[in-house]
């Protein structure tokens, strides 16, 4: 025989309030985690190039780090792009062989590149050499953007790394 809280407690149906505590406090937690990511959708042409202009150095500084490869990173003045090679030696003879592919720099305008102990350029193409035992050549760049707008980067030497300047400093 059956007894009655068992009966009664068969017979019910529906969730407890603190059931439904939990998946509302759930629900808004995810709504507050995904909602800046959805917010970063429509991030600007300018932020994406500079993030991928600043994870393709750090890409040639850890991939010349690992293979002991020396890398180029070459930019081009003229056509506002940059390009990435790995120097391969083999018989003694160094080849440049593509690492990636090229890519413009749009919506900004490369304006001027200056490489400790190379000097500055406003025109033509520049390399800046990655070598394998962790060390670049200190770099910094010019960008300026359709509202003349100036921004600067600059690489550092012993990680890679790059450091994002928005100002209106013209440089010598």
């Given at each position: 025989m059956q007894?009655?809280?068992s009966a009664r407690n068969s017979r019910q149906s529906g969730f407890t309030l603190v059931e439904l505590v939990v998946v509302?406090?759930?629900?808004a937690m995810f709504s507050a985690l995904s909602l800046p990511l959805l917010m970063n959708q429509g991030d600007s042409a300018e932020r994406r190039t500079l993030r991928r202009l600043a994870g393709t150095v750090?890409?040639?500084?850890?991939?010349a780090t690992l293979t002991r490869d020396e890398h180029l990173l070459t930019f081009d003045?003229?056509?506002?792009?940059?390009?990435?090679?790995?120097?391969?030696?083999?018989?003694g003879v160094?080849?440049?062989?593509?690492?990636?592919?090229t890519a413009s720099l749009e919506p900004f305008h490369l304006r001027q590149v200056d490489v400790a102990g190379q000097g500055s350029f406003r025109n033509g193409q520049v390399s800046?050499?990655?070598?394998?035992l962790g060390w670049m050549e200190?770099?910094?760049?010019a960008l300026q953007n359709e509202k003349g707008e100036q921004t600067f980067l600059e690489f550092s030497p012993l990680t890679g790394s790059t450091k994002?300047?928005?100002?209106?400093?013209?440089?010598q």
């Amino acid at each position: 025989m059956q007894s009655r809280s068992s009966a009664r407690n068969s017979r019910q149906s529906g969730f407890t309030l603190v059931e439904l505590v939990v998946v509302v406090t759930l629900l808004a937690m995810f709504s507050a985690l995904s909602l800046p990511l959805l917010m970063n959708q429509g991030d600007s042409a300018e932020r994406r190039t500079l993030r991928r202009l600043a994870g393709t150095v750090k890409q040639l500084y850890n991939e010349a780090t690992l293979t002991r490869d020396e890398h180029l990173l070459t930019f081009d003045l003229e056509n506002n792009s940059i390009s990435a090679f790995r120097l391969v030696s083999s018989d003694g003879v160094v080849e440049k062989e593509t690492y990636g592919k090229t890519a413009s720099l749009e919506p900004f305008h490369l304006r001027q590149v200056d490489v400790a102990g190379q000097g500055s350029f406003r025109n033509g193409q520049v390399s800046v050499r990655v070598f394998p035992l962790g060390w670049m050549e200190q770099t910094r760049i010019a960008l300026q953007n359709e509202k003349g707008e100036q921004t600067f980067l600059e690489f550092s030497p012993l990680t890679g790394s790059t450091k994002i300047d928005h100002g209106s400093q013209i440089l010598q």
